[in-house]
């Protein structure tokens, strides 16, 4: 059994007390305990701010990208041992711990870039700025720089090692540094990335710090010029939104939080045709890819009435060929839960999906067998497929997320009528939509966008190219208005927004560009 330690202060420190302890979720075994009582967590965001600040501000965005990419570079060495402790803590088939460790190292690898794409700047700046009065001299422009704080991280079970990565490398590149939490029932993995980038990556100290289990006294020391960027459970977004230093010291907060993405098939789409075929495939993946606990997965599929009935018989056959055992296994497709609290959460809701109208077409809330698992063992459930034929009254099927691979079926009558039902999510991460008609597709991102962070257009020309709706590319946004959290990450150099002060500057434009090192041009000459 394993002892987890946080990373304060330039050293591993243990807690002590009671600690949490985590399973293995295909076999139930307990494999390492955590715990960060008696730990000082607020000495450790004094260290960020007045250790890793400076030293990270002391840096142009080439030297910051430069560091990211060794720590990409680092964490790539190790990520077949990485596969292995996704697997055992997570409970991951390859392909989804890849899917995890991958997307972790991709995103620093893309920060890196654009440091590098930055250069030997300190600070950003927006545009070349205009002129605010008569006087061509007198000049505006917008400049970025670094917030003085630290950034505190907290994330969810299902992506310990790219959840970590991808709010590190945008922080890291704006400049601030990091206090990173992992959500605790999956910490190994975070713990073994952490491990990676102290032991080789050369950061500088106070630059990353990792807490591993209970927040504690975390969050009570937030200050002015500290952001908070929070990936989990809606309720728990609330929570930490509504803290007393979040709202007393007006503290930058982004939420990522719930999401019932919907895919929808365009009234155009044939049943065989490529586009249609590409919403079959892109739902299975959703809904089983790590057994469904993405923040992305499908979880709504709007079809027209008239190929409800075909859509789910294609549906079942291709989920009926998903083999569900232990994820070490080559021949496994799906493996277990993250924990017996998501099973059961899990259960749950699709309880809550049956009582407000859907019914199960595919696959059963009950015990499973899985595959190369001893008897009873394990966090194990099917992709259950459930069906509401009265999509507007099945509310909890619009309301009520169930984190596991479960996806519910429904028709809608018209383009408007889709568009209607996807908004009853009230705000989402990503919808897909499947059409090759331009009017269609027209009405559908009119009224789509406004609820959702991204939208991916599946089209018959692209149907062999196309990402899945899941993939969370570092260049697009990530994020989703409403229960969604209403926050955004991400986006390239978007990104980099949360983390810097806006600042106008307004004053003589000549004075202003060599003291800032900038180039801003007087208007062009009528
Ligand atoms: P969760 O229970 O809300 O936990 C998320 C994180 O918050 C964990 O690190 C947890 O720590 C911490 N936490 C819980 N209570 C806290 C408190 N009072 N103060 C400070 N930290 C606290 O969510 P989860 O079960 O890990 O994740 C599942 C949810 O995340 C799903 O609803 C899913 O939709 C959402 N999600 C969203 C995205 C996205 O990008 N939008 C991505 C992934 C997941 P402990 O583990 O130590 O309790």
């Given at each position: 059994?394993?002892?987890l330690?946080?990373?304060?202060?330039?050293?591993?420190?243990?807690?002590?007390?009671?600690?949490?302890?985590?399973?293995?979720?295909?076999?139930?075994?307990?494999?390492?305990?955590?715990?960060?009582?008696?730990?000082?967590?607020?000495?450790?965001?004094?260290?960020a701010?007045?250790?890793?600040?400076?030293?990270?501000?002391?840096?142009?965005?080439?030297?910051?990208g430069?560091?990211?990419?060794?720590?990409?570079?680092?964490?790539?060495?190790?990520?077949?041992?990485?596969?292995?402790?996704?697997?055992?803590?997570?409970?991951?088939?390859?392909?989804?711990?890849?899917?995890?460790?991958?997307?972790?190292?991709?995103?620093?690898?893309?920060?890196?870039?654009?440091?590098?794409?930055?250069?030997?700047?300190?600070?950003?700046?927006?545009?070349?700025?205009e002129?605010?009065?008569?006087?061509?001299?007198?000049?505006?422009?917008?400049?970025?720089?670094?917030?003085?704080?630290?950034?505190?991280?907290?994330?969810?079970?299902?992506?310990?090692?790219?959840?970590?990565?991808?709010?590190?490398?945008?922080?890291?590149?704006?400049?601030?540094?990091?206090?990173?939490?992992?959500?605790?029932?999956?910490?190994?993995?975070?713990?073994?990335?952490?491990e990676?980038?102290?032991?080789?990556a050369?950061?500088?100290?106070?630059?990353?710090?990792?807490?591993?289990?209970?927040?504690g006294?975390?969050?009570?020391?937030?200050?002015?010029?500290?952001?908070?960027?929070?990936?989990?459970?809606?309720?728990?977004?609330?929570?930490?939104?509504?803290?007393?230093?979040?709202?007393?010291?007006?503290?930058?907060i982004?939420?990522?939080?719930?999401?019932?993405?919907?895919?929808?098939?365009?009234?155009?789409?044939?049943?065989?045709?490529?586009?249609?075929?590409?919403?079959?495939?892109?739902?299975?993946?959703?809904?089983?890819?790590?057994?469904?606990?993405?923040?992305?997965?499908?979880?709504?599929?709007?079809?027209?009435?008239?190929?409800?009935?075909?859509?789910?018989?294609?549906?079942?056959?291709?989920l009926a060929?998903?083999?569900?055992?232990?994820?070490?296994?080559?021949?496994?497709?799906?493996?277990?839960?993250?924990?017996?609290?998501?099973?059961?959460?899990?259960?749950?809701?699709?309880?809550?999906?049956?009582?407000?109208?859907?019914?199960?077409?595919?696959?059963?809330?009950?015990?499973?067998?899985?595959?190369?698992?001893?008897?009873?063992?394990?966090?194990?459930v099917?992709?259950?497929?459930?069906?509401?034929?009265?999509?507007?009254a099945?509310?909890?099927?619009?309301?009520?997320?169930?984190?596991?691979?479960?996806?519910?079926?429904?028709?809608?009558?018209?383009?408007?009528?889709?568009?209607r039902?996807?908004?009853?999510?009230?705000?989402?991460?990503?919808?897909?939509?499947?059409?090759?008609?331009?009017?269609?597709?027209?009405?559908?991102?009119?009224?789509?966008?406004?609820?959702?962070?991204r939208?991916?257009?599946?089209?018959?020309?692209?149907?062999?190219?196309?990402?899945?709706?899941?993939l969370?590319?570092?260049?697009?946004?990530?994020?989703?208005?409403?229960?969604?959290?209403?926050?955004?990450?991400?986006g390239g150099?978007?990104?980099?927004?949360?983390?810097?002060?806006?600042?106008?500057?307004?004053?003589?434009?000549?004075?202003?560009?060599?003291?800032?090192?900038?180039?801003?041009?007087?208007?062009?000459?009528?």
């Amino acid at each position: 059994m394993i002892t987890l330690r946080s990373y304060l202060q330039g050293r591993w420190q243990a807690g002590t007390g009671s600690p949490a302890t985590l399973v293995d979720p295909t076999t139930e075994e307990p494999i390492a305990t955590t715990s960060t009582a008696g730990l000082d967590l607020a000495a450790a965001l004094e260290h960020a701010r007045t250790v890793g600040g400076p030293a990270l501000r002391a840096m142009t965005f080439a030297e910051r990208g430069a560091m990211i990419k060794r720590m990409s570079k680092v964490l790539y060495e190790v990520r077949d041992a990485l596969i292995d402790v996704s697997i055992q803590n997570g409970g991951t088939t390859r392909s989804d711990a890849k899917f995890d460790i991958d997307g972790a190292t991709g995103t620093l690898a893309y920060y890196a870039s654009l440091g590098q794409k930055l250069g030997e700047a300190r600070l950003l700046v927006e545009g070349t700025g205009e002129q605010l009065t008569r006087s061509p001299r007198f000049w505006g422009v917008h400049v970025k720089t670094p917030r003085r704080g630290v950034a505190v991280h907290v994330n969810a079970f299902n992506f310990p090692a790219w959840g970590l990565a991808e709010k590190a490398a945008v922080a890291l590149l704006a400049g601030v540094p990091v206090v990173s939490k992992p959500a605790t029932s999956t910490a190994l993995l975070a713990f073994r990335v952490m491990e990676r980038l102290v032991e080789a990556a050369d950061l500088p100290d106070g630059a990353l710090q990792l807490v591993c289990g209970e927040p504690g006294n975390l969050l009570d020391t937030l200050g002015p010029q500290d952001v908070l960027a929070f990936t989990g459970a809606g309720s728990t977004g609330a929570h930490l939104r509504a803290l007393q230093a979040v709202v007393a010291r007006s503290v930058r907060i982004n939420i990522e939080a719930d999401s019932l993405n919907s895919a929808v098939l365009g009234p155009d789409a044939e049943p065989g045709s490529d586009t249609y075929m590409m919403l079959l495939r892109d739902t299975v993946r959703e809904m089983t890819q790590k057994t469904g606990q993405k923040c992305t997965a499908t979880r709504r599929v709007f079809v027209p009435r008239a190929h409800l009935e075909r859509v789910q018989e294609d549906l079942r056959e291709q989920l009926a060929s998903i083999k569900v055992g232990d994820p070490a296994l080559e021949e496994v497709r799906m493996g277990p839960l993250a924990s017996a609290q998501q099973l059961a959460a899990v259960r749950a809701g699709i309880d809550l999906l049956e009582q407000s109208g859907a019914r199960i077409v595919h696959g059963s809330r009950g015990k499973v067998e899985p595959f190369g698992v001893p008897a009873g063992k394990g966090y194990f459930v099917s992709p259950v497929l459930l069906r509401a034929d009265d999509p507007h009254a099945a509310r909890a099927v619009h309301e009520h997320e169930v984190f596991g691979p479960v996806a519910t079926l429904m028709p809608y009558e018209d383009v408007a009528d889709a568009a209607r039902l996807v908004a009853l999510g009230e705000g989402g991460l990503v919808t897909s939509v499947y059409t090759d008609d331009r009017a269609a597709l027209e009405a559908l991102v009119l009224g789509l966008a406004p609820w959702s962070g991204r939208i991916l257009c599946g089209s018959s020309k692209i149907a062999d190219q196309a990402i899945a709706p899941g993939l969370v590319l570092p260049s697009c946004v990530h994020g989703g208005p409403g229960r969604a959290g209403g926050g955004e990450e991400l986006g390239g150099e978007r990104g980099l927004d949360f983390y810097m002060q806006r600042t106008a500057m307004q004053g003589d434009r000549a004075l202003l560009a060599r003291a800032l090192g900038l180039t801003l041009e007087p208007p062009a000459e009528a």
